[in-house]
């Protein structure tokens, strides 16, 4: 994959639903990971264009959840 089409948020475990919220509604992440500050993957979820409103909120729950585990962390985002 091209380096120009990911890019790498790092945030505290407060602002993790907050940004995976924006990056949904900006609209162009094909695939979004998590991982923890040891550099784990601890959640990864695709977003296509039909599920995109049926998922937001078991996704944004799943995430709030995993929130409450980590200090910090790293968010990838694949574009489209």
Known sequence: MNKSNKEEFKVSGEDIVRKVKQII???NARKVIIKNDKGESVMEFSLTIGAIGT??????AAVGAMAALLTSCTIIVEKK
Do not use: K
């Open 25 to 27: 509604d900006e609209g």
């Open 55 to 60: 998922l937001i909120a078991p996704i944004l």
